[in-house]
């Protein structure tokens, strides 16, 4: 079975940083796209960001462009998304997922994920 294990969530000051990781056990991910969501109260869960199974293709929603950056390693099964210059409006839950679909293009609409974490809490004050 697929397991995805997020982890480096926490409070942070606005303009700190943090670095989320998410492992990935199963071969049927270890070759996929891989991606960041997070859902805030009241609000639905959003795309943050995607990397191929090469790393070679990334995605951003606007938001956190210039600010957040996705970076994998397949050896060790884990995909990272580096926070930096947080901002209040970037708490919420995060999420990581994967999507279990070779594809030539990757995707940053939720249903197109078809492995999720747990999520972890990231919070940022002001």
């Keep these: 079975q697929v397991q995805l294990v997020e982890s480096g969530g926490g409070l942070v000051q606005a303009g700190g ?3 989320l990781s998410c492992a990935a056990s199963g071969r049927t ?26 790393g070679g293709r990334t995605a951003y929603v606007d938001s956190v462009k210039g600010r957040f ?5 397949n050896a060790k099964n884990t995909v ?3 926070m930096n210059s ?13 999507d279990a679909t070779q594809r030539m293009r990757m995707q940053i609409g939720s249903r197109f994920y078809d492995y ?4 972890t809490q990231v919070t940022v004050s002001s």
Aim: aromatic share 14%; with cysteine; net charge positive.
């Design 17 to 19: 940083s943090l670095r």
């Design 29 to 54: 991910v270890s070759s996929n796209t891989m991606g960041w969501f997070r859902q805030a109260p009241g609000k639905e869960r959003e795309f943050v960001a995607a990397i191929s199974w090469s």
């Design 69 to 73: 950056t996705i970076s994998r390693d």
């Design 80 to 82: 990272y998304l580096q």
């Design 86 to 98: 947080l901002k209040p409006e970037d708490t919420a839950v995060y999420y990581c997922a994967a």
């Design 116 to 119: 999720w974490g747990q999520g």
